[in-house]
């Protein structure tokens, strides 16, 4: 019998070489499936992680090293590589170079196993193509992180973001979908996040997140919802994205819209105080929105 998860994540590991405004370099295991798997696991969701990357490079065990997860892992020709420069204290403002590119994913190579929810956390345009999330709906709901959509490796190495031409084919096929402010107004040209998330559902997709470096809101088609972020530092700010959509995703398996976003803001506001990956559990979420929620 073929083991059953609440979520799979999906996406190709990264090394990061990040550079923060003062000129301090760090190299670090990073990419979206990272973030998003420990924060899917740390919630208490039952999660399967699929990655992929050049076995000569990394080990999975050395990416995921202490998760609460099942780790599934693709061969890749190469790693994705990443050079970050951060030109703000705050991380808000950066440039991105592409040192490395993943192949894409198949659905075939994913492990068969069965999981409620597809959460595609990737990083550069062509690591998934229509065709996959297809499949995906056609075996359980579908969680896309847009920035893969729409962050391009142009011919330079340089990493810029255009509008997903086929958006609407596909949202239709998407549940949970996840954008930040700035992708909000590529895809919708518009600066109005309320606005933004309701032309989303009009296209298609079922819920919307959209990330804020002041807020998170959440819309169904029924309200929109929104939750002030209340970090105290922002030490931990690389990730804030990935792990905020791993948690709301996990929250919704049991929870309402509302108590969701609720949970997934503070959980991000939480991780955002200590560099890496969220390594606490459920407990340390809520016992944060009882401090500093209620």
């Not at 990040?18 to 190299?27: K, S, T, V």
């Not at 995921?64 to 808000?92: M, P, V, W």
């Amino acid at each position: 019998m073929n083991q059953k998860y609440d979520v799979m994540v999906i996406g190709p590991v990264s090394l990061d070489h990040n550079i923060d405004y003062e000129g301090n370099e760090r190299n670090e295991i990073g990419g979206a499936v990272v973030a998003s798997g420990f924060a899917a696991a740390g919630s208490g969701a039952k999660t399967a992680i699929f990655c992929k990357f050049n076995s000569k490079d990394l080990t999975v065990s050395g990416c995921f090293g202490g998760i609460r997860a099942d780790l599934y892992q693709g061969e890749s020709a190469h790693t994705c590589a990443i050079k970050n420069q951060y030109f703000t204290a705050d991380k808000e403002r950066r440039a991105c170079t592409s040192l490395g590119v993943c192949d894409p994913f198949r659905f075939e190579e994913l492990p068969e196993i069965e999981t409620d929810v597809y959460h595609f956390a990737g990083l550069v345009y062509g690591d998934f193509d229509g065709e996959l999330l297809e499949e995906a709906a056609r075996h359980g709901k579908v969680a896309l992180d847009v920035q893969c959509m729409l962050r391009h490796v142009e011919a330079d190495g340089s990493m810029q973001f255009h509008d997903w031409a086929e958006k609407k084919k596909y949202l239709p096929m998407i549940h949970y979908l996840k954008t930040d402010a700035a992708e909000a107004e590529i895809l919708t040209g518009l600066t109005d996040r309320a606005e933004a998330a309701k032309k989303l559902y009009g296209w298609g997709a079922k819920e919307i997140v959209i990330t804020h470096n002041t807020e998170v809101l959440a819309y169904d088609g029924n309200k929109i919802y929104t939750c002030p972020i209340k970090a105290r530092n922002l030490s931990g700010r690389t990730g804030r994205g990935d792990t905020t959509f791993a948690g709301y995703i996990a929250a919704r398996q049991k929870e309402s819209v509302e108590d969701a976003l609720l949970y997934c803001t503070a959980l991000v506001s939480l991780k955002m105080e200590t560099p890496g990956p969220f390594k606490g559990t459920k407990k340390d979420v809520l016992e944060y929105i009882h401090e500093f929620y209620k």
